[in-house]
């Protein structure tokens, strides 16, 4: 079973997302990010809103025992319509949580000292993290990121893998928000080898080339084999899927073919089909453990088209269930809101597919479908 799905941006049928920063909410001040637009401040929405119900529904209520009409519970009603419109902005534009540091407190206090989100739609559970230590079977040890539920129950284990850049803020705060949405993630350092702990600068591409070269196949293999045990041994079971973004999106395919997980979703993942730097993974196509969900960028002039074609074709050959996802008018790296090329309609898009995908995947329902890939 295969899905393809396009999506392409029609003035007539798409509206148009105008994400809004946290920072003008309740301050009734523009923001300084050019690529967000300003709403009123919250009082200012309030009393807007609560002045319209009154002029236009002026009798609403249900009379007293004395016969006197309840005041309306309209104007309370746009005050939580307003918070929910705020938090909603907020989840479509991930970088108006970090341009809310003065109001809503660090998203991280430095580089390497994880803090607690803040909220945003598509929170459920309260969270712990952590980095723990991994022994690996080739006798190194990894260090790994660890989101999940601070309290028993996630509902399954998720294995993120980076970007080329390493485990930093960026993948750091997309693994709290699968823990928040009650998953127990882990996000293992895979350049662990060669630079551990290393976060590279998005600009600077030339410094991560070293750490991605020297990535081989079967030590990453050694890797998610640690990543996939300890989600086991810590309440995931045998119930775990994976994801990643760019290289991480190989990363997680790889990790589809050597682990017993339920599925993957790669973002982009470039290195999948053959080319001149590598013979890519399409002719292990048959070693597929579970069904994926691939996302692509129209735009992305890493990885053409004809490599999305025959990533699908061997697919397809190999008789695999897939999901392959286009947002015609993505580049690379869409997704992560600390690139020049990130798009937050196909972010916003494709965040709630991810969810979707996962937990049919992932329940006793999806565990048909993922036997029969």
Not at 54 to 68: D, F, I, V
């Amino acid at each position: 079973m295969h899905h393809d799905i396009t999506t392409s941006p029609d003035p007539e049928i798409t509206p148009t997302v105008q994400p809004v920063s946290l920072c003008n909410i309740g301050t009734g001040k523009a923001s300084l990010d050019p690529r967000v637009s300003t709403l009123p401040s919250d009082r200012r929405l309030n009393r807007r809103l609560n002045h319209e119900t009154a002029e236009t529904q002026p009798t609403r209520g249900r009379p007293t025992a004395t016969g006197k009409m309840r005041p309306s519970r309209r104007p309370l009603f746009s005050k939580h319509l307003q918070s929910f419109t705020a938090r909603l902005q907020t989840y479509i534009h991930p970088q108006a949580r970090r341009n809310s540091k003065a109001q809503r407190g660090a998203c991280y206090d430095g580089a390497r000292s994880p803090q607690k989100m803040p909220f945003h739609l598509g929170d459920h559970v309260d969270i712990r993290t952590e980095y723990v230590t991994l022994n690996v079977s080739d006798g190194t040890s990894m260090r790994a990121y660890v989101a999940g539920p601070s309290g028993p129950g996630a509902k399954a284990g998720l294995l993120v893998m980076q970007e080329a850049f390493g485990v930093n803020a960026h993948v750091r705060g997309v693994t709290e928000r699968f823990g928040r949405e009650g998953y127990l993630a882990i996000a293992p350092e895979l350049f662990h080898r060669t630079a551990p702990g290393f976060e590279g600068r998005y600009d600077d591409f030339p410094s991560v080339m070293g750490h991605m070269q020297a990535l081989r196949d079967p030590s990453m293999e050694v890797d998610f084999r640690a990543a996939h045990d300890w989600l086991r041994a810590n309440g995931a079971g045998d119930n775990s899927a994976a994801v990643g973004f760019c290289m991480g999106g190989r990363a997680a395919f790889l990790a589809a073919m050597t682990l017993p997980l339920k599925s993957a979703v790669s973002f982009y993942g470039g290195g999948i089909a053959p080319s001149q730097y590598g013979a890519g993974l399409l002719g292990r196509a048959s070693e597929l453990r579970a069904p994926v969900l691939l996302f692509w960028g129209g735009r992305d002039q890493h990885i053409p088209a004809d490599h999305v074609r025959a990533t699908t074709e061997a697919l397809r050959a190999a008789q695999k269930s897939f999901v392959n996802v286009e947002f015609s008018d993505a580049d690379h790296g869409f997704f992560c809101n600390e690139r020049a090329s990130y798009n937050p309609v196909a972010a916003a898009e494709a965040w709630p597919l991810t969810l979707a995908f996962l937990k049919t995947n992932t329940s006793a329902r999806g565990q048909g479908a993922a036997a029969r890939s």
